[in-house]
């Protein structure tokens, strides 16, 4: 009787391990079938926040920064959020104190207010989305990652209306699902991709259970990610690995700051994003 019983519960156990495991998977599926084309994007390595040096005049986000990243033939990739005024801004943080030394968010100004604020110490000024397409002109491809707070993607909305009518090669990624579940619903033909990385490495992260689902990219059944842009420093991660190395999306590296880090991100990533180095290697822009 006992045997029948031990028998019993494996076979339970067994069962509700291979459910627990088609879950899993199913939850982490990124998008299987009609995939945008990559083509544009490939060959190229990807000046975080553009090809900038924050001490020389060229900052982050800056118009000098994309200038100086067309040039070296370098792909751009650029944060987008909104202002009070909804006008959709390059810029990284939600607030201004560490780039501008201001206080308060971008969020809390008009677009007019903002201009009158500069990028760290140089003349450099918070650029409209609309100015970097029109100074990009389609020469260098672009990853946009748009900046959601809260459960609002009227950013992706704005900026989209913008970048519909751009004729270059551009793809859209978050770290907030609903940004690539908007683009899903509204712009299914646009390349988008979910942003992560190991959080609960993080002490702010730690024990929230929400970024335990991030990092494991279990909100892909919703979103459908084409590529999973991970931390270079954190690519372990077992669904990132099986999205990637079984299911097919497209794995990208954020932010390779050294030529020792490019060598080992290489081994793993397709699309790498830099910052703070040059690439030895011609790119072929």
Known sequence: MKRKKKQHFFNGACKAAAASSVLYLAAILPRMGKRPDRKPFEGR?????GFHDNTAGAPENSMAAFRRAVRAGYGIELDVQLTRDKVPVVFHDFTLKRMCGKPGRVSDYTFQELRAFRLGRSREKIPTLS????????????IVEYKLERMDAEVCRLGDALLAGYKGS??????????????????NGVMRGQLSMNYWEKRDYRGKPLYLILQFLLLNFLTGPDFIAFDCRGEKNLSFRLCTGVFGA????W???????????????????????????????
């Open 170 to 187: 551009y793809c859209i990624e978050s770290f907030h699902p609903l940004a690539l579940l908007w683009y899903r619903r509204h712009r």
């Open 131 to 142: 100015e970097v397409l029109e100074l990009v002109d389609g020469r260098v491809p672009l």
């Open 250 to 253: 497209l794995p990208v590296a």
């Open 45 to 49: 390595f990807y000046a975080h926040r």
């Open 255 to 285: 932010t390779i700051r050294s030529e020792e880090e490019r060598d080992r991100a290489e081994k793993r990533f397709q699309w790498l994003i830099f910052e703070g180095f040059v690439p030895e290697e011609s790119n072929g822009g």
